[in-house]
């Protein structure tokens, strides 16, 4: 199957500072990209949406000046957590799809960044 | 809100059969039924997915129901490295995933 590669996969960041989380797709083209958050024992929950070259669709309740995301082309997408704090430690997962057409193929995802501000 | 049902916990023995089951019963007629897992610490891993035939593929069977209303997923003989949280989500093709809770699964020895 397809990969999705995210980097780091662990990070550990003072509070107040930024940290950037990459996803690239290694295999083909990520026409649009998911960021998803997951806090421990509990589900992913979708932050946003992006497709190249567009800018991002935040869902209902995530700061878009606070989680800023970047994807500038068809195979790599950032987030950066701008002045984070402890309550944003959180495992962040990305995942990707390409769009052949109007056919969507299916969504593959990164292995995961661990996030922790101390 | 995720539109399936699953139970939280499940457990099953090393060797033995993993059936996972699922509740859609508001599903659609264009509505996949997807099955993801997450090991701990772990992105999403893709399993299995279906419309309305059963599937099988080398990890795990799917079994959906004739009214398309509930769904099982089978992992044959379960080994340790088994043990995740199981995801069932239905979706149009091409719409977001939106996972709820899962079950988590413990294959024991």
């Known amino acids: 199957g397809a990969v999705v590669s995210q980097h780091p996969s662990w990070v550990i960041c003072k509070s107040g500072t930024s940290v950037k989380i990459e996803c690239r797709s290694l295999d083909f083209q990520a026409t649009t990209m998911f960021w998803y958050r997951q806090f421990p024992k509990q589900s992913l929950m979708l932050m946003a949406t992006s497709n190249e070259g567009s800018k991002a669709t935040y869902e209902q309740g995530v700061e878009k000046d606070k989680f800023l995301i970047n994807h500038a082309s068809l195979t790599l997408s950032t987030l950066t957590v701008t002045s984070a704090h402890p309550e944003d430690s959180s495992f962040y997962i990305c995942s990707a799809r390409e769009r052949l057409g109007t056919f969507n193929t299916e969504a593959f995802f990164g292995q995961g960044t661990r996030l922790t501000v101390v | 809100d995720a539109k399936t049902t699953q139970p939280p916990s499940m457990d099953c023995a090393e060797g033995r059969a993993a059936n996972l089951p699922c509740n859609h019963s508001t599903i659609s007629g264009n509505e996949y039924v997807y099955w993801y897992r997450q090991i701990h610490s772990q992105g999403p891993q893709y399993i299995i997915h279906g419309l309305k035939n059963n599937e099988t593929n080398e990890m795990a069977s799917l079994i959906i129901t004739e009214d398309r209303k509930s769904s099982t997923l089978i992992l044959p003989h379960a080994t340790l490295r088994d043990t995740a949280v199981y995801y069932c989500?239905?979706?149009?093709?091409?719409?977001?995933?939106?996972f709820g809770p899962g079950t988590r699964l413990s294959v024991l020895p």
């Open positions: 989500i239905v979706r149009n093709y091409g719409q977001n995933f939106v």
